[in-house]
């Protein structure tokens, strides 16, 4: 019945055939294809969807989508449809689930895809940062970069996207009138991210909170960076 309404264009119909084969009777040969082809037939129905239905869609093909990779987690193609998943709850601002969703698929999956990983990863760092979560940012953004190849055209971005975390936990020690640990992490943008734009931000920042702490003498030091170096500056003294 599910392959028939699949053909027959009926994708909604076919999903909720196709589930209740997976997942309404014991486990039998064609379960796991079953789920699969549900998950599919949600995603060829978002094709179909009018703008108005896109969203209820979206949200039935994460739901299969979740349940799918729960039931059959030896499926190849299990990690690839949570990362989806992820993906999709990341875009409708679901930033817990998505977060959950991917840390599932890196813990779960460690054998997977290069690029599905690092997919999940990115996941992570953009739904971390977007719940303040900057310290968990800051480690899903190296583990990004650390599986992007050098020549990627996204990499600066990615070093952005690294350094105002690690600015944004600065801004948090600096709230709660924390100067010795705000001025770290603000010192930790150029260490980390030294091509950054936030980092001449950040390093006045540093400064600031090291006044704070009258810690003069780095902090004249953090500033003196600032300063043009003239090429009379640069001579010996005769």
């Known amino acids: 019945m599910a392959d028939l309404l ?17 997942y309404g009777y014991p486990s039998h040969e064609k379960s796991s294809q079953a789920g699969y082809a549900a998950v599919f037939s949600y995603r060829e129905q978002l094709g179909a969807a009018r703008p108005e239905d896109v969203e209820t869609v979206i949200r039935e093909a994460v739901r299969s989508s979740l349940k799918f990779a729960d039931a059959f987690p030896g499926h190849e193609k299990a990690a690839i449809v949570l990362g989806a998943a992820a993906d999709d709850l990341y875009g409708m601002k679901e930033y817990e689930q998505a977060r959950a969703a991917a840390t599932k698929l890196i813990e779960a999956f460690p054998g997977t895809d290069g690029d599905v990983v690092r997919d999940a990863w990115m996941v992570v760092g953009h739904s971390s940062y977007e719940l303040a979560r900057y310290g ?6 190296l583990n990004v970069l650390a599986l992007l190849p050098a020549e990627d055209t996204t990499r600066d971005d990615l070093v952005n996207n690294l350094a105002a975390s690690i600015y944004k936990q600065g801004e948090q020690s600096n709230a709660a009138q924390d100067y010795r640990a705000a001025a770290d992490h603000f010192l930790r943008v150029g260490r980390t991210a030294p091509t950054s734009k936030i980092r ?36 010996s003294p005769k």
């Open 6 to 22: 699949r053909e027959n264009r009926s994708f909604g119909a076919a999903a909720v055939e196709f589930e209740k084969t997976a």
């Open 136 to 141: 968990d940012a800051e480690r899903a953004y």
């Open 200 to 235: 001449p931000t950040a390093e006045y920042d540093a400064a600031a909170a090291l006044i704070q702490l009258k810690e003069w003498g780095t902090a004249a030091s953090v500033l003196a960076g600032f300063r043009p170096i003239s090429p009379r500056t640069r001579c």
